[in-house]
C-alpha cells in the first residue's frame, strides 16, 4: 500500500487548493515542490516589515463570488484597489482609459461626450470594422494619440514585438471608460491579503506534509511508489521529457531595490510606456498594503527573451504554440497516471481567480474517500 493517497507536485495556488480540498475528502497527501518555498509565483518574502511579490505584483480580482469567499477562508483581504499611472516622458496619466486620463491629455475635453467625440475623431480614417492586429484594435479602441504614448512602447516592450504582429485581444483586456474612474479592473472583489501572499498560501497547506527542494522529475522513481495517484502542476511539456519540443514563454527579469526613503513614487505600480526606457514598470510593494514603513522596496520589471531553463512567465499564445500545446493536451488526455492542473499545465494566462476555479471543478469531480 502506497504511504499516500495522492502526490501533488508544485506547492502554488493551483497545488495548494488541491491539497486543501483532498484533506477535505479525507484523503492523505504529499506535496512536493522544486523551490526553496511555497507560493508558486505567488510567493511574497517579508523585506523590512514589506511583503515583497517578488514573482511580480500580484492582484486578487474576481466577479466569481465563490472563488472570493473561498480564498478569504484563508487570508484577510484590505481594501486596495489598484489604480496604475503611465509615465510618458514628462507627462503623467492615470490608466485605464477613463475621463482623468482623456482630460489631462485633451485641454478641451471635460464631459464623456467630448471625449467620444474627441475619440471618434483621432481613429479618423484609420478605424477598422474588424481589426486585425494589437495596433488596429488599440487605435479602434482610443485613438491614434493614446496608442502613440501610453500603447505602443509599453506593450512592445513587453512582448518583444510590433504591435502589428500581436493578436488584438491581449489589448482588450484593459477597460476603456468614459466615467472618472481609475479602477483598473471591472470586478466586484479586489484585494491583497494583509499578511501575504504566502501566509495564504500556508494557511491552505495547513496540515497538508511539504517536502521542499524535491524536483519530481528528478526523484519520479521514488515518489511515484509513495503514492496512488498523482496530480501535477507543473509545464506539462516537461513532464513529458519535451518529447514535441518546448513551448514558449515571454519571461521577466526583476530588480529589487531597498530604499531609505518612505515613499519613492507615491503609488503601487507606475508604468513606463516609452520605447526607451528598457522597463516596463516600478513596482512600490508598500503601497499594496498602505504600509508606513521607514524604508521601501521597489522592483524594476523588464521584460526578457525566455530561452530553455528561464522561468516561464506569460505563454505565447500563437499558432505554433497552440499547435504544439494542442498535442500536449492529447498526451495528458489519454494519461490515467495523473491529473494534470495549473497555469503550466493547461499552458495558459490563468489571473488567480481562475487558478482557483479550475481547482476547485477539478475536485468537484474526486470523491470523497470511503
Ligand atoms: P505556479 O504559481 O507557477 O506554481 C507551480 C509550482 O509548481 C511552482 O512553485 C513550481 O516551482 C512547481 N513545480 C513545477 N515543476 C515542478 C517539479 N518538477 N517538481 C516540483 N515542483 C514543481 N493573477 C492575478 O489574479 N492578479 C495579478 O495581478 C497577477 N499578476 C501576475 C503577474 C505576473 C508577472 C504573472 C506571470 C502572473 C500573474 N498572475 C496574476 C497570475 C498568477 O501568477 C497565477 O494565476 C498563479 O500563480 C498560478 O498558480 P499555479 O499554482 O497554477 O502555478
Ligand atoms: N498595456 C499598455 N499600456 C499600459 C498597460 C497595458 O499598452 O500602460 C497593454 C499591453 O499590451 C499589455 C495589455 O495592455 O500587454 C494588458 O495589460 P495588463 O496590465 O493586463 O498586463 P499584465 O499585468 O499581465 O502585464
Redesign the pocket.
Known sequence: MPKYDYLI???????AVCAHELKKKGYNCLV????GQV????YTENIEGIEVHK???????TSDKEVWNYVCRFAEFNNFVNSPIARYKDECYNLPFNMNTFTKLWRDVFTPAEAAKRIEEERGRDFKENPANLEEQAINLVGKTIYEKLIKGYTEKQWGRTCKDLPAHIIKRLPVRLTFDNNYFNDRYQGIPEEGYTKLIENMLNGTEVKLN????KEKETLLKLAGKIIY???VD?YYGFCYGALEYRS?RFETEVLDTPDYQGNAVINYTAADVPFTRIIEHKHFAFGRQPKTVITREYPACWKFGDEP??PVNDKKNGDLYAKYALLAKADKKVIF????AAYK???????VRAALDLLKEIPEKN
Open positions: 507536485v508544485g506547492a502554488g495556488l493551483s497545488g512536493v515542490e522544486k523551490r507560493g508558486g509565483n505567488i514573482y511580480g505584483a500580484h492582484i486578487f480580482h524535491c524536483d519530481f522529475l502542476t507543473g509545464p516537461e521577466l512567465y506569460y492542473a495549473g497555469r503550466l494566462y490563468y489571473d488567480m481567480d481562475d487558478t
